[in-house]
């Protein structure tokens, strides 16, 4: 079996579009800019909260979906899978330190309120980090992938343009959602999770001996997961 597997790797494909499209859902009633989302989190905490959570929760989950989509494509187009999936990878990384510094700024919102927050923000907004070289990344990478699923023969020509609009999505810090925000999530939800149902429906029924060992596993890393919170 190849890292992640067919379990981790066909329930990633279903998961990680479909909590990115419920962030991205979650946060459409509020404008798209900084100050609007700060203002949002001030006023509506749990709504926020939730879809940027789901949103964040989604992006790491796309690391799996996406090597394993990439292995797919990698045993007709070894090449264009390799870029491909180093190129997207990079760029879930770069969402993810973004999903970091909302974080923060959420945080100062309580701690400043709204203008302090905004004014904070604003201050160091364009300042260079690491990942402002790369952010080409988070939009090219998923046109290279949606050529590479179409060249690979996992992806028809309709659901690899689905796929390539999620290059479309805006990128930053603090970024609401706008029309193409939905249409990226909307076509990777049609390209992937159908992808990863099957991928599912083709697994042997886990064995006994299998869901006896997973069901204490599972309950041990929930009990880590609390534990983590507290250090």
């Given at each position: 079996?190849?890292?992640?597997?067919?379990?981790?790797?066909?329930?990633?494909?279903?998961?990680?579009?479909?909590?990115?499209?419920?962030?991205?859902?979650?946060?459409?009633?509020?404008?798209?800019?900084?100050?609007?989302?700060?203002?949002?989190?001030?006023?509506?905490?749990?709504?926020?909260?939730?879809?940027?959570?789901?949103?964040?929760?989604?992006?790491?989950?796309?690391?799996?979906?996406?090597?394993?989509?990439?292995?797919?494509?990698?045993?007709?187009?070894?090449?264009?899978?390799?870029?491909?999936?180093?190129?997207?990878?990079?760029?879930?990384?770069?969402?993810?330190?973004?999903?970091?510094?909302?974080?923060?700024?959420?945080?100062?919102?309580?701690?400043?309120?709204?203008?302090?927050?905004?004014?904070?923000?604003?201050?160091?907004?364009?300042?260079?980090?690491?990942?402002?070289?790369?952010?080409?990344?988070?939009?090219?990478?998923?046109?290279?992938?949606?050529?590479?699923?179409?060249?690979?023969?996992?992806?028809?020509?309709?659901?690899?343009?689905?796929?390539?609009?999620?290059?479309?999505?805006?990128?930053?810090?603090?970024?609401?959602?706008?029309?193409?925000?939905?249409?990226?999530?909307?076509?990777?939800?049609?390209?992937?999770?159908?992808?990863?149902?099957?991928v599912l429906a083709e697994q042997p029924r886990p064995t006994k001996r299998q869901v006896l060992i997973a069901v204490p596993a599972a309950v041990g890393l929930?009990?880590?997961?609390?534990?983590?919170?507290?250090?």
């Amino acid at each position: 079996m190849r890292f992640p597997g067919a379990w981790v790797g066909g329930a990633a494909l279903v998961l990680g579009p479909a909590l990115l499209l419920a962030g991205t859902l979650l946060r459409s009633p509020f404008n798209f800019f900084f100050p609007d989302q700060l203002r949002a989190m001030a006023e509506h905490p749990g709504l926020m909260t939730a879809a940027y959570t789901a949103f964040l929760a989604g992006n790491v989950v796309m690391w799996a979906a996406v090597a394993f989509f990439a292995q797919r494509i990698g045993e007709k187009r070894p090449r264009w899978a390799a870029w491909a999936g180093v190129l997207v990878t990079v760029g879930l990384f770069e969402r993810t330190f973004h999903a970091g510094v909302d974080h923060a700024a959420f945080s100062a919102t309580k701690h400043l309120g709204v203008e302090g927050a905004t004014e904070l923000v604003a201050k160091g907004y364009g300042d260079l980090h690491l990942f402002s070289f790369l952010s080409f990344t988070i939009m090219f990478g998923w046109f290279v992938l949606s050529i590479a699923a179409y060249l690979g023969g996992e992806l028809g020509k309709v659901r690899s343009v689905a796929f390539a609009t999620m290059g479309l999505l805006p990128l930053g810090v603090l970024k609401g959602t706008e029309v193409m925000s939905v249409v990226g999530t909307v076509g990777l939800c049609v390209a992937l999770v159908p992808l990863g149902i099957r991928v599912l429906a083709e697994q042997p029924r886990p064995t006994k001996r299998q869901v006896l060992i997973a069901v204490p596993a599972a309950v041990g890393l929930g009990a880590l997961a609390v534990l983590s919170t507290m250090g």
